[in-house]
């Protein structure tokens, strides 16, 4: 397994593919915009992870200071999971930008991956309709 710095091609259909997993119904449209938002956003940053030349992990970061970090999104294809796959990308940002501080904000779905890795966890409330939001945070 390989992590690679996928920002300049972000439209690539096996980097969507993985993407297309950290989204809410997500569509050709939906995806192409934002594939188009971090990549115009110079405090953005994406990786994914290889297995071989086939993606199986993104993850993507926004810098908001310079120790200070946001997961925007983070995936991994269905088969993959279980393996340490988005653990792993979490470290390879951690250690690349020397971060102090790591937060996220998810759902009842994966929660349970960010407390299994140590954030700290707090709940947001029904922030949509049905839907429980928690903010989850890193100190490191």
Known sequence: MQITDVKGNLHNKGVLKVLTQSQYTPTEEKL???????????????????????????????????????ILSIAVETASR?????SKMISFVAERFSCSHICAETDD?????????????????????????YLCTLEL
């Open 82 to 86: 279980g393996k340490g796959i988005g």
């Open 32 to 70: 192409r915009l934002l594939a188009d938002k971090y990549e115009a956003d110079a405090d953005i940053f994406v990786f994914a992870c290889f297995n071989g030349e086939t993606a199986v992990g993104i993850i993507a970061v926004k810098r908001l200071t310079a120790a200070s970090f946001e």
């Open 109 to 133: 779905d994966a929660v349970g991956f960010y407390r299994k890795f140590g954030f700290g966890i707090e709940s947001l409330g029904e922030k949509y309709p049905g839907v429980i939001r």
